[in-house]
């Protein structure tokens, strides 16, 4: 085994040392892809007004919805390439990954036709108020024109970790980060060319990063994983465990941004105000996703490959290590941001209204970060034994159907907002419990989808 490739593999090495190893490139990585979103909600509010951040700020639940299904399918690709990676198998390893990257080419092209032509029946029916329609249409259509480049950046970037390799993904997103950033001052603080440029900043910036991977992938990398373009195609037996493993983390994605889209229509009709502050505060929010998404995929990775190493041991103390970390740094960011939160809100918009209604959706949720923290890696891990489908259907039930059950009864009775934040901890309560349960009859180890 060379150097390179012992740095990569999971499946050697102190578990603890090689997960924090693992994870905090993905940290890193999570900081800037944060920062990278926020710049737009942060230059619009500043320079454009609190119609123009209402139209940017609402735009995540929706972007995951289109986005959601494909980044599922390439969760599943990662897991089948790093089981292959554990095992050492590099004849099907490569059938993988040019199968991954021709799929991603198909599926950009397939979400750029739907997002150009959804989008706007979309807005509509989330009852987003008329006087920021249009600059919402126009920000999602740009915005979607850029598929390609972020499907295929998530592929890119999931076979990277697969093998073990969070370091040169996180050098990329620094790297179209700043030029994401530098460009929204310019299109909108210097050129004041309006909210649709804040997306083509972000297109921009997003293909740079792609361009970085694949130039990694097939200059770069060991020849075991590396990538040739004229190698690319859609090889039968990949695509269907690819599929397989990957449509129940699709499905769960889209169907719970699906209830996300329906939370994020009830806060529209409170109105614009309303619209900018809980918008603010969900781009704030993403900072404390960032410990939880960074080690929910090491999970992931890690557990794939040693149970493709069939090293059964190291899987239930990995587990055990990441889970606490998770949930750990998670509360942690929690607490300060339940303090923090108004003079954060502030950044985005100085208007008291708008203040006011992201302070009071901080002051519910964040002291519950820890139950989401949980479930999300829980998932993590049962996406790394292959059993994908338990995470699409405890999330299914707890995150969509309750929670949109829950808001639909309860608005009718007490038409307030916050009846509307409390549906987050009250279903994340729910799915930590179910999870717990699962993760404690250990089964999942053995018993591979």
Not at 125 to 140: A, C, G, H, K, W
Not at 192 to 204: E, N, P, Q
Not at 245 to 262: C, D, E, K, W, Y
Request: proline fraction near 3%; glycine fraction near 8%; hydrophobic fraction near 50%.
């Amino acid at each position: 085994m060379t150097q390179s490739q012992s740095k990569t593999l999971l499946t050697e090495g102190t578990i603890w040392k090689k997960m924090v190893a693992f994870a905090f490139p993905l940290f890193l990585g999570n900081l800037f892809q944060q920062l990278y979103n926020t710049a737009d909600s942060l230059i619009v509010g500043n320079f454009l007004g609190s119609n123009a951040l209402a139209a940017v700020s609402s735009s995540g639940s929706l972007i995951f919805l289109l986005v959601g299904f494909f980044n599922g399918i390439a969760i599943g690709a990662g897991v089948v390439i790093a089981r292959y990676y554990g095992a050492r198998d590099m004849e099907k390893l490569q059938r993988a990954i040019h199968t991954t990257v021709g799929f991603g080419i198909l599926s950009g092209l397939l979400l750029m036709v739907l997002g150009l032509l959804l989008a706007p029946q979309i807005l509509v029916l989330m009852r987003t108020p008329e006087e920021v329609l249009p600059e919402s249409i126009s920000y999602f259509r740009i915005y979607f024109l850029g598929s390609l480049a972020f499907v295929l950046y998530n592929n890119f970037v999931g076979i990277l970790q697969s093998v073990g390799d969070s370091r040169h993904p996180l050098y990329y997103l620094i790297f179209s980060s700043l030029v994401n950033i530098v460009l929204d001052l310019f299109f909108v603080g210097v050129l004041h060319l309006g909210v649709g440029s804040a997306a083509a900043a972000t297109v921009i910036s997003q293909f740079v990063s792609a361009a970085l991977c694949l130039y990694r992938l097939t200059r770069k990398s060991p020849e075991e994983y590396r990538i040739s373009l004229r190698r690319i195609q859609l090889n039968p037996f990949m695509l269907r465990l690819i599929v397989r493993n990957g449509l129940p983390a699709g499905i769960q994605n889209s169907v719970i941004s699906l209830a996300n889209v329906f939370v994020q229509s009830n806060i529209n009709s409170f109105g614009r105000v309303a619209m900018a502050g809980c918008g603010s505060y969900s781009k704030i929010e993403g900072f404390a996703f960032l410990p939880v998404t960074c080690f929910s995929m090491a999970l992931t990775t890690f557990i794939s490959q040693n149970l493709g190493a069939g090293k059964y041991d190291r899987v239930k103390k990995g587990a055990k290590f990441g889970i606490l970390m998770g949930i750990s740094l998670a509360e942690l960011v929690g607490v300060v941001l339940y303090f923090a939160m108004p003079s954060l809100i502030a950044l985005f918009n100085s208007d008291p209204e708008v203040i006011a209604y992201g302070t009071r959706q901080a002051r519910i949720i964040t002291l519950f970060y820890f139950l989401m923290a949980f479930s999300h890696c829980i998932a993590g891990i049962m996406r790394g034994a292959g059993k994908a489908t338990v995470p699409m259907a405890v999330m299914l039930v707890c995150w969509c159907l309750i929670r949109v059950t829950y808001i639909t009864v309860a608005l009718h009775f007490v038409p307030r907002i916050e009846v509307v934040f409390w549906a987050y901890p009250l279903t994340w309560t729910l799915s930590g419990g179910v999870f717990l349960a699962y993760f404690l009859k250990g089964d999942w180890m053995h018993q591979r989808e």
